[in-house]
C-alpha cells in the first residue's frame, strides 16, 4: 500500500472560502430538515463501519451525530427515507450548480486546484497499475463538475455515469448494468445514506481487479479532531457520515476491496482552523493548537507535510482493487 | 510442489517461509550440513548432507547456499530438476556463472530464475511505470547508491572471504543496483571504475565506484559500499520531463528507512514561481510483496513451463559481464601498478 504526499498550494479562499460556505451550509441543513420533517425516518443506532451501538457525538445545530466507539467515524443519526434521501440529494447537487453557491463564483479556481489534481491522481494511479482502454464509471448525484474532465481528459475509451442513490439501493434500470474497470466516488460515501450498500453497488458494476477511487472528508484528519463538530465544514446532507480514515479502510477492506493507496494529501487543514477562530476567536483551542495554527507560512507548511505524510489530514483519497492482490 | 532447499541462512528460512503460504507447495525439504533436524515451527524435512539426494522426489529446488557452492548445485540441479530458483550472485565470478548457463542451455525447457528481487520492490516499478511514456521521458542519467556499514562481525562472514564469496560489496550488495540499472537501461558497459578496500580489509572491496554508459550513450554512476554507516538505498534517475528519486526499502529491520519514491517534474520560470525547484509528490510505501512475487512466479513459470517474467538468465548475464569486467580492470590497474 502506498501514501502519497503534494507539494500542492493554494489557499481555501480559492477553493471553498468559510464566508461563502456558511450560507451554502444554511441551506442544506434547511433542506435537510424540510426533508425529516416531511414524514417517517429512518434511524441509525448502530456504527456503518462496526456494527457497535452509536454513541453520542453532540449536534450540528440540532441534528444529531453518532460517534462509532471503534473506529471514530461519525454519522448523522436521524434521515429520511432512501426516496427522502435521494431527492434530498438532487436539491443540493443543483443547488451547488446554482449561481448562487461559491461553487458557481470559484468555478475555474475549483477547476484548477480541485479537480484538475484528482484526474492527475486518477492519471497517475491508472498509468502505475498498468491500466489502459479501461472504461470508468462515475458515482454521484448528478449533475457534477467533475464528469466531463474525466470525459474530455481521454484517460478512458468511455465515461458512464450511476446515480449514487439507485446504485446503493439497486434501482438502476436495465440497460445500466455495464461492467467497467473504474470507478470513481467522489466524497460519494459521505453522503448516501447507506455506504455499505454503496459499496455493493459497485462492486456488482466493478470487474474483478478494477480500481475504485474515493475521495471523503475524514473524521481522524486535523481540522476535524481539533474542531469537531464545530467544524462549519461538517453538515448533512454533503457530510452525512464522516468516517475516520481507519473506518473508511475497515469498511472498504469488509467489502471485499483490497486497499493500494491510502492518502491524505490535504493541503488545507491548518487553513481551517485558522479561519475558525478568526470567525470564533473563543473556540476551545489548546494553547499548542494555537500555537500551530498561528505559526509562520514555513512553520505551517512543515506541519501540514507532516499531516499528509502520516495520514492525519482531513482530505483523503483511496484507491483500492476489487478483489486481491496476489494470487 | 515438492521442493527443495539447500542452505537454511538467512535467504533459506527466507524462501521456506514464502513457499509455506503458497497453496501450490505441497512439501519442503531442506539441506543444510548445519541442520539436523527440521527447525521449530516449520512443517519441513530435514535431509542428511551427505546422503544422495532423491532428485525424483521434487519439483523445483531452491540455492540458497554461500557462493562457492552456488554454480555445482545450480547445474546439477538444472540437470536433475530441471526447475531452479538460484540466490544472487549467480556463482563467484563469470567462470562460475559460464557453467550455469551452459547447463541452463543444455536442458530443454528448463525454468531458472535468479534473485533479482529489488526489480519488484513498489518504488523501483512505480518508477518504471512514470517513465518514459508513463510522462517522465526518456531517461538522461541514473546515479545509484546502495550501501552497509558492516558491522563488528563483517570481516568473520563467509560473504567478504575471496575464495568463498568471489568478490565483495560489489558482487554481494551491488549487483542488486547494477540490475536495477540493466533493467531502466538496457546493456550497460563499463567506461571506468575504481574499487577500494579502505576500511574492513578484508582482501575484497568494501567501496566500489563503477562508471557506466548504456546502448544510447546514456550514463550511469554507481557507488556499493561496505562502510556507509548510515545504511543506504538511493536511485536517481532524471528525465527529459522531471526525474525520480527512489529512497529507502521496505527491510524487516527498516535500516534503509522508509521507502519512498520522489517524482518532480521539470518546470522553468515560465511554469514555476522559482526555478530548480519544482513541485514535488511523493509516494510512501508500505508493503513489499517482493519476496513472494518472485517465488510466485518461478513456480508458475516452472508449473506452465514458460521462462519467468524477471530474474532471467539473461539478467544473470548482464550484471556478471559488468562485475567481471571492473574486475578485470582494477587487476589490470594493480598489475600496472605493481610493475612500476
Known amino acids: ?327 | 510442489m515438492n521442493c527443495l532447499i539447500f542452505g537454511y541462512g538467512y535467504m533459506g528460512k527466507l524462501r521456506a517461509q514464502v513457499l509455506r503460504q503458497h497453496p501450490g507447495v505441497r512439501t519442503i525439504t531442506i539441506v543444510d550440513p548445519a541442520l539436523a533436524t527440521a527447525p521449530a515451527g516449520l512443517e519441513a524435512r530435514v535431509l542428511p548432507a551427505s546422503a544422495p539426494v532423491p532428485w525424483d522426489e521434487f519439483d523445483a529446488a531452491f540455492i540458497c547456499t554461500p557462493n562457492n557452492v552456488t554454480a555445482d548445485l545450480c547445474v546439477e540441479a538444472l540437470r536433475r530438476c530441471g526447475r531452479v530458483f538460484c540466490e544472487k550472485p549467480p556463482g563467484r565470478h563469470w567462470e562460475d556463472f559460464c557453467r550455469i548457463q551452459d547447463a541452463a542451455g543444455s536442458v530443454a525447457g528448463a525454468t531458472l530464475v535468479f534473485g533479482f528481487n529489488h526489480r519488484l520492490h513498489p518504488s523501483i516499478e512505480a518508477a518504471k511505470a512514470l517513465i518514459g511514456e508513463g510522462g517522465l521521458g526518456d531517461i538522461l542519467y541514473i546515479k545509484g547508491t546502495y550501501g552497509k556499514s558492516g558491522g563488528v562481525r563483517y570481516r568473520e562472514n563467509w560473504r567478504n572471504k575471496r575464495e568463498i564469496s568471489g568478490g565483495g560489496i560489489l558482487l554481494d550488495q551491488g549487483i542488486h543496483m547494477l540490475d536495477l540499472l540493466h533493467l531502466f537501461l538496457g546493456e550497460l558497459t563499463v567506461v571506468d571504475a575504481v574499487l577500494a578496500d579502505s576500511f574492513w580489509g578484508c582482501g575484497v572491496e568494501d567501496n566500489a565506484f563503477v562508471l557506466l554508459r548504456s546502448e544510447r550513450g546514456v550514463p550511469a554512476f554507481l557507488h556499493s559500499s561496505a562502510t556507509l554507516w548510515k545504511h543506504t538505498f538511493r536511485i536517481e534517475i532524471g528525465c527529459r520531463d522531471g526525474y525520480v528519486v527512489a529512497t529507502g526499502l521496505l527491510t524487516k529491520s527498516g535500516s534503509y528507512g522508509r521507502e519512498q519514491l520522489v517524482i518532480g517534474r521539470r518546470q522553468f520560470e515560465d511554469q514555476a514561481l522559482a526555478l530548480g525547484n519544482p513541485r514535488e509528490e511523493i509516494i510512501h510505501f508500505d508493503r513489499d510483496e517482493s519476496w513472494e512475487r518472485e517465488v510466485y512466479e518461478f513456480l508458475a513459470a516452472a508449473k506452465e513451463g514458460r521462462p519467468a517474467a524477471h530474474g532471467t538468465l539473461e539478467d544473470a548475464r548482464r550484471v556478471m559481464q559488468v562485475i567481471r569486467d571492473v574486475y578485470a580492470l582494477e587487476e589490470r590497474r594493480l598489475t600496472l601498478r605493481s610493475a612500476r
Not at chain 1, 42 to 51: F, N, Y
Not at chain 1, 133 to 158: C, H, I, N, W, Y
Open chain 1, 1 to 327: 500500500m502506498r501514501i502519497v504526499q503534494t507539494q500542492e498550494r493554494f489557499p481555501l479562499s480559492s477553493v471553498k472560502p468559510l464566508d461563502g460556505l456558511v450560507k451554502y451550509r444554511q441551506q442544506c441543513l434547511t433542506a435537510t430538515r424540510d426533508a425529516l420533517a416531511g414524514g417517517a425516518t429512518i434511524r441509525r443506532t448502530r456504527s456503518l463501519v462496526s456494527g457497535r451501538a452509536l454513541e453520542s457525538a453532540g449536534a450540528v445545530e440540532g441534528l444529531a451525530y453518532g460517534r462509532c466507539p471503534e473506529t471514530g467515524s461519525v454519522f448523522l443519526v436521524e434521515l429520511p427515507p432512501p426516496e427522502g434521501w435521494k431527492r434530498l440529494l438532487a436539491d443540493v447537487s443543483a443547488l451547488r450548480r446554482s449561481r448562487e453557491t461559491f461553487h458557481f463564483e470559484l468555478a475555474q479556481s475549483r477547476t484548477d486546484n480541485v479537480y484538475a489534481p484528482k484526474l492527475e491522481w486518477i492519471r497517475e494511479t491508472l498509468r502505475l497499475q498498468g491500466l489502459r482502454q479501461a472504461r470508468a464509471l462515475e458515482v454521484l448525484t448528478a449533475p457534477g463538475s467533475f464528469t466531463e474532465l474525466l470525459k474530455d481528459s481521454g484517460m478512458f475509451t468511455e465515461v458512464l455515469t450511476a446515480d449514487e442513490m439507485e446504485l446503493a439501493h439497486g434501482l438502476a434500470a436495465p440497460g445500466q448494468q455495464d461492467t467497467v474497470q473504474a470507478v470513481v466516488l467522489l466524497e460519494s460515501l459521505d453522503r448516501v445514506d447507506d455506504p455499505t450498500a454503496l459499496l455493493q453497488g459497485v462492486a456488482g458494476r466493478l470487474e474483478e481487479g478494477g480500481l475504485l477511487f474515493v475521495t471523503a472528508l475524514v473524521s481522524s484528519g486535523f481540522d476535524m479532531s481539533v474542531l469537531g463538530l464545530r467544524n462549519l465544514y461538517l453538515y448533512p446532507p454533503d457530510r452525512a457520515n464522516c468516517f475516520s480514515l481507519q473506518g473508511l479502510s475497515k469498511l472498504l477492506s469488509q467489502e471485499g476491496f483490497t486497499l493500494l493507496e491510502v492518502s491524505t494529501p490535504g493541503v488545507l487543514d491548518v487553513e481551517i482552523v485558522r479561519a475558525h477562530l478568526q470567525r470564533d476567536p473563543t473556540l476551545p483551542l489548546s494553547a499548542f493548537e494555537r500555537q500551530l495554527v498561528e505559526a509562520n507560512d514555513d512553520m505551517q507548511a512543515a506541519f501540514q507535510a507532516f499531516l499528509q505524510q502520516w495520514g492525519l489530514s482531513s482530505f483523503t483519497r483511496i484507491v483500492a482493487r476489487r478483489g486481491t492482490v496476489m494470487a
